[in-house]
């Protein structure tokens, strides 16, 4: 114990304050894991009444997320609160970083030492990893970033929910590339679709985003933890010798290594061929690694994305909605039909790649897009609709959650 | 005969990109020879760098495990490898620029975590890549492409830095020093906890240019001119040491 730092001697630190113990010298006492060998450190099945800042985060070890580095940023804290008591727990490592850049470095660091791992923060710490986010892209690297949505721009307020990071997630880091990103709209989803974000990471080696928001993030539910055989959970693909960084199939995915198994792993955020080697002047190989970067996510689009529809079968109005706001919208769509309106209503569960071709399937003759911001998805649906099909925006910029009965009033007019 | 220290490169990356009369390929060597005399395993090293010319040391000659990273970032990629993997060998190779100005908040965070890795500054106290441009690291009054009238600010004592922040092991060499060089790498590989060395390594093209000093040879023998040993600095009256460098073991 060291006697200079007070801070030390207070036997209830929970987290790992000395960096240099080994994995597994743990300096506390029993744990769930323990109690439950059988479990990995996962929690184990039954029904759990949390926030969606807790969902996401046993989501996260559900999913076999064993690190986690970040910094606090409101409303986000709790996803790193809760991975830094429980992934001590189940075998993982936790560190608070000293920012947003640090904290998306270490995640990808430990991705390549071999790690499932997880980031959480809010849209000005978005900004601060953007370039990061553009590395973790360029080498193909599989991560979760959950992006807890706050009012903007800069500081803005806080603790007030909003949908304004849709573009800039997608955005965000310079240049032409892909990333996925999933908009929850249940604690339940907050959970599962966390695992899901893990697993579409490690199956396209690309960083996925989990669009929270501070509403859903603090809204308590329900969560069915489902047994360990009922939720399927993906690994890296693996080949010995590689090439890790390419492949000739112009939307393929190319296997991973871990640092440590002798396979002397060139990565660089370098334009590079198949093998890691800097090619920092051909033009034919940076045409090449672009084209696979935005085709290998581009091209399985249709597998990627989720959603779910709810009465469009005969919808000649179609509420095109995701995350919370599509609470309000199954409300106000339900509501329509009462007034005699044939409303419907399609959830994106999946938003970036963005579902051009479902939206284009849409027979509907007006589709309402009710978002918490100034209407950043309403654009995307624009450009994909047929040109017949009359698109509308209803925002909402004030830090509140969308009522029903603003869509209503529009699905009505 | 083949040379000792080529099992440890890609052969096929050399020659090196670095300049005639540039410190960094010295520097390359020397770490080498520090790891071959430990007797280290290089399959279980990882090299992590960062933007500048000093990233190229490891990446991609080093025939190890190689992580080029972001401007400024490497620590913060070798603190999540090395957490993650407690059993990695991880050394950080980058510039002054990359490590103490653009990275600098890691630098010392990692000094006070005490992270269980070495970092290895090749300090040329200028930006070479980019042309030549003032670093945190140049000295007062020297001209720089964006100094023309001569750098206005204080340089950072980079090795005061990271003790102040925690460091267990810092040292200063140069690469005209090489035998002190090659035995504090093996101090600093073999300490556990942050260890940090601050390698003076001369950029003639861009450094001395714009002090009229063009002459490799000139330039290498003036750092061996600047550099003094801790011992003779403080043997010796303050004023005849002003403007040069100490060199030697700071915290060991």
């Known amino acids: 114990?060291?006697?200079?730092?007070?801070?030390?001697?207070?036997?209830?630190?929970?987290?790992?304050?000395?960096?240099?113990?080994?994995?597994?010298?743990?300096?506390?006492?029993?744990?769930?894991?323990?109690?439950?060998?059988?479990?990995?450190?996962?929690?184990?099945?039954?029904?759990?009444?949390?926030?969606?800042?807790?969902?996401?985060?046993?989501?996260?070890?559900?999913?076999?997320?064993?690190?986690?580095?970040?910094?606090?940023?409101?409303?986000?804290?709790?996803?790193?609160?809760?991975?830094?008591?429980?992934?001590?727990?189940?075998?993982?490592?936790?560190?608070?970083?000293?920012?947003?850049?640090?904290?998306?470095?270490?995640?990808?660091?430990?991705?390549?030492?071999?790690?499932?791992?997880?980031?959480?923060?809010?849209?000005?710490?978005?900004?601060?990893?953007?370039?990061?986010?553009g590395y973790a892209v360029m080498t193909e690297t599989p991560c979760v970033i959950v992006d807890v949505q706050r009012v903007g721009p800069s500081t803005g307020q806080a603790t007030r929910p909003y949908s304004g990071d849709m573009m800039q997630v997608k955005w965000c880091s310079s240049s032409d590339y892909q990333i996925i990103a999933l908009s929850p709209w249940s604690i339940q989803e907050m959970y599962e679709l966390t695992v899901q974000a893990f697993n579409l990471a490690e199956t396209y080696r690309v960083p996925v985003f989990i669009m929270s928001d501070a509403a859903i993030a603090h809204l308590r539910e329900t969560c069915t933890v489902p047994g360990m055989d009922e939720l399927a959970v993906l690994d890296r693909r693996k080949s010995p010798g590689g090439p890790h960084f390419g492949t000739d199939d112009p939307r393929g995915v190319p296997p991973m290594a871990s640092f440590g198994e002798g396979e002397a792993l060139l990565i660089t955020g370098s334009t590079h061929d198949e093998f890691g080697y800097r090619k920092t002047q051909d033009p034919n190989i940076q045409k090449k690694l672009t084209t696979r970067l935005n085709e290998?996510?581009?091209?399985?689009?249709?597998?990627?994305?989720?959603?779910?529809?709810?009465?469009?079968?005969?919808?000649?109005?179609?509420?095109?909605?995701?995350?919370?706001?599509?609470?309000?919208?199954?409300?106000?769509?339900?509501?329509?039909?009462?007034?005699?309106?044939?409303?419907?209503?399609?959830?994106?569960?999946?938003?970036?790649?963005?579902?051009?071709?479902?939206?284009?399937?849409?027979?509907?003759?007006?589709?309402?897009?009710?978002?918490?911001?100034?209407?950043?998805?309403?654009?995307?649906?624009?450009?994909?609709?047929?040109?017949?099909?009359?698109?509308?925006?209803?925002?909402?910029?004030?830090?509140e959650v969308i009522t029903p009965g603003e869509i209503l009033e529009a699905v009505l007019s | 005969m083949e040379h000792k220290l080529k099992k440890y490169l890609r052969t096929e990356t050399l020659p090196t990109p670095f300049c005639p009369?540039?410190?960094?390929?010295?520097?390359?060597?020397?770490?080498?020879?520090?790891?071959?005399?430990?007797?280290?395993?290089?399959?279980?090293?990882?090299?992590?760098?960062?933007?500048?010319?000093?990233?190229?040391?490891?990446?991609?000659?080093?025939?190890?495990?190689?992580?080029?990273?972001?401007?400024?970032?490497?620590i913060a990629f070798a603190t999540g490898a090395k957490l993650f993997n407690p059993q990695l060998k991880v050394m950080v190779i980058s510039g002054d620029g990359d490590l103490a100005s653009i990275g600098g908040n890691h630098l010392i965070h990692a000094a006070r975590r005490d992270t269980d890795i070495t970092v290895i500054c090749a300090n040329n106290e200028i930006y070479g890549m980019t042309g030549g441009q003032v670093s945190c690291t140049t000295g007062e009054g020297t001209y720089t492409s964006t100094t023309m009238g001569g750098n206005p600010e204080r340089p950072f004592d980079l090795c005061r830095l990271v003790e102040a922040a925690g460091a267990g092991y810092v040292a200063r060499s140069s690469v005209m020093h090489t035998r002190p060089l090659i035995n504090y790498i093996k101090k600093a590989l073999c300490h556990r906890g942050f260890s940090f060395i601050d390698v003076l390594s001369p950029c003639p093209t861009h450094y001395g240019r714009k002090e009229d000093r063009p002459s490799p040879p000139e330039i290498l023998r003036d750092l061996m001119k600047r550099c003094i040993t801790r011992q003779k600095a403080e043997d010796s009256p303050p004023e005849t040491i002003e403007g040069k460098i100490i060199i030697g073991e700071f915290v060991s």
């Open chain 1, 1 to 133: 114990m060291r006697q200079d730092a007070p801070y030390f001697n207070l036997p209830t630190v929970r987290t790992v304050c000395c960096i240099h113990l080994s994995r597994g010298e743990r300096l506390f006492a029993p744990t769930i894991n323990d109690m439950n060998e059988n479990l990995n450190g996962d929690i184990p099945p039954g029904e759990y009444f949390w926030e969606g800042n807790e969902a996401v985060a046993e989501g996260a070890i559900r999913a076999g997320c064993r690190f986690f580095a970040g910094y606090p940023i409101s409303p986000s804290i709790e996803i790193m609160e809760r991975m830094s008591n429980r992934l001590p727990e189940a075998g993982g490592v936790f560190v608070q970083m000293e920012d947003e850049i640090a904290s998306l470095g270490a995640v990808i660091g430990a991705v390549w030492a071999g790690a499932k791992a997880m980031t959480a923060t809010s849209g000005p710490g978005l900004s601060l990893m953007a370039e990061n986010i």
């Open chain 1, 296 to 399: 290998k996510i581009l091209r399985n689009a249709d597998k990627i994305a989720q959603m779910e529809e709810y009465l469009t079968g005969d919808a000649d109005t179609v509420v095109v909605a995701y995350g919370i706001a599509a609470r309000a919208a199954l409300a106000a769509v339900k509501q329509a039909r009462n007034r005699g309106v044939k409303a419907g209503l399609l959830r994106l569960k999946t938003v970036w790649p963005f579902p051009e071709r479902t939206i284009h399937s849409l027979k509907a003759r007006r589709i309402f897009v009710p978002e918490m911001n100034r209407g950043q998805i309403a654009q995307e649906v624009q450009r994909s609709a047929r040109a017949n099909t009359a698109v509308f925006s209803i925002t909402r910029v004030d830090g």
């Open chain 2, 21 to 74: 009369g540039c410190g960094h390929g010295i520097l390359m060597t020397n770490i080498l020879r520090a790891i071959d005399e430990l007797e280290l395993d290089f399959r279980n090293m990882l090299f992590v760098s960062g933007i500048g010319c000093a990233g190229w040391i490891p990446s991609p000659h080093y025939k190890a495990d190689t992580l080029h990273v972001t401007h400024g970032r490497p």
